[in-house]
């Protein structure tokens, strides 16, 4: 069992704020043009109805998110929160407690995409990909993409802003801050996605916190989306 130690930070006490101003400017940049899909607002005239960008594909969306949340979060680790980039959860943490948890898991995971798949609102969206199949290399090769988004997302939130803030904010307010991040990505998403980002996000932090790691929420994060996406192809 390998478990990573919190690296103190070595960061000026006030430049630590700035992640806080950080995160939601990245989430604007996310939300308005890293998006697979559109969002739009009624209205009378039409050039005012769009309040997005361009709707992308899936694949130039998922990368985008993760140069965006992923690398860049990580440039920013040492100038900002005095860390080292793969300090924050990248490490192995508690390898023991991380399996047991994956075991339980990834079959909470697939069940949650099987009973998602027959929500007419979320298989409106969903696959990000509307060409995607069930044929096995573009779906392979749409999962590994969806991984690399999952990456970028997670460490963005469980990795910079909460483990990176956990110890300036304690645990509890650095929790409560990711969840309410993410929950904010989610606008614009059906409502049951929406409703479930909150809670799912302090379970998905209370785990990284324990494992001191990003893998277990990472993980089952990707079996949910990567597993609704596969029962919906196939019918």
Do not use: C
């Not at 490490?91 to 798949?117: E, N, Q």
């Not at 802003?161 to 993410?182: D, I, K, M």
């Not at 799912?200 to 790691?213: D, E, K």
């Amino acid at each position: 069992m390998a478990i990573s130690v919190t690296e103190p930070s070595t960061t000026p006490r006030s430049r630590w704020v700035w992640a806080l101003a950080v995160s939601p400017l990245l989430l604007v940049l996310h939300w308005y043009f890293a998006r697979p899909d559109t969002v739009g607002l009624l209205g009378r005239a039409p050039d005012w109805t769009t309040v997005s960008g361009p709707q992308l594909s899936s694949a130039v969306a998922f990368l985008i998110t993760f140069v965006l949340l992923g690398v860049v979060s990580a440039a920013l680790a040492g100038p900002i929160l005095g860390r080292r980039w793969t300090s924050l959860g990248l490490g192995a943490g508690d390898v023991r407690m991380s399996g047991m948890l994956l075991l339980v898991g990834i079959p909470v995971g697939i069940a949650i995409g099987f009973f998602s798949a027959g929500n007419e609102a979320l298989a409106a969206v969903y696959p990000l990909d509307h060409g995607l199949t069930r044929a096995l290399w573009p779906f392979a090769l749409h999962a590994a993409l969806y991984f690399l988004y999952y990456l970028g997302f997670e460490y963005h939130f469980r990795g910079f802003l909460l483990l990176g803030l956990e110890e300036r904010l304690g645990p509890l307010a650095a929790n409560v801050l990711q969840a309410g991040l993410v929950t904010l990505v989610h606008v614009g998403k059906p409502g049951i996605e929406l409703a479930a980002a909150f809670p799912a996000s302090l379970i998905f932090g209370l785990v990284t916190l324990r494992t001191r790691a990003i893998w277990v929420a990472l993980i089952i994060h990707w079996v949910v989306g990567i597993s609704l996406d596969w029962f919906l192809v196939s019918g």
